[in-house]
């Protein structure tokens, strides 16, 4: 699975413009060939940023479709008032998925963090990518309310990460880095092993999924 990263800062007043276009742009790619859906986010820390997560079965299928015509003619047709800048167009393979399923479905899921991780070599890519899996597993097991952690490798820099956990709101994601198994996991596995620098960890409220 192909994953495009979409960073955008409305401008003031801007929030419900913005919104409506994207929700527009998703509605004019179902169905099309490769596109596996999209989800919009809005930064608890900073009101006016968003993040688009579009999911493609490859590469080839995100690419034709941004070459597409009827795409900057819908985004054309949008309201004046969507003041955006983009600040961030990453793609990313994936590596991990590890989800709940059941009562904790996607579709109860509230609140995303997103962790950007540089990891200090590719000769850390084993070792790092094995601990998600063990995190992710731990996880899993111990938080109520965990619904899916997923972890993504830049398409073009291999030492490049996005790391997602995805739980049913923003309390049970806070709430979770307390747990003891986790504090445990996390002390026993410092980011100094893999990176010369902590990530970067943001999380966002869902505005819609589709």
């Not at 955006?84 to 590890?98: A, K, N, P, Q, W």
């Amino acid at each position: 699975m192909y994953l495009e990263r979409m960073d955008l800062t409305a401008g003031f007043g801007g929030g419900a413009g913005l919104q409506e276009a994207i929700t527009a742009v998703g509605e004019l790619r179902k169905g099309v060939e490769g596109y596996l859906g999209q989800t919009l986010l809005r930064s608890y820390a900073y009101p006016n940023k968003f993040a688009l997560m579009s999911r493609w079965e490859n590469v080839e299928y995100a690419w034709t479709f941004s070459s597409n015509d009827a795409l900057p003619a819908s985004l054309k047709s949008m309201p004046n008032d969507v003041a955006t800048t983009h600040t961030r167009f990453e793609g990313y393979d994936s590596v991990i998925e590890v989800n709940a399923g059941g009562a904790q479905s996607l579709d109860g899921a509230s609140c995303e963090v997103f962790a950007d991780w540089t990891i200090s070599s590719l000769a850390k890519s084993a070792e790092f990518e094995q601990s998600r899996r063990e995190l992710f597993a731990l996880q899993l097991a111990n938080i109520e309310g965990f619904s899916s952690a997923r972890l993504h490798r830049s398409a073009g820099i291999p030492t490049k990460y996005l790391m997602l956990g995805i739980f049913k709101d923003k309390t049970t994601a806070q709430e979770a880095q307390g747990t003891p198994a986790l504090r445990e996991f996390v002390s026993s596995h410092p980011a100094a092993n893999y990176a010369n620098v902590s990530p970067s960890i943001e999380a966002y409220a869902v505005i819609h999924r589709m």
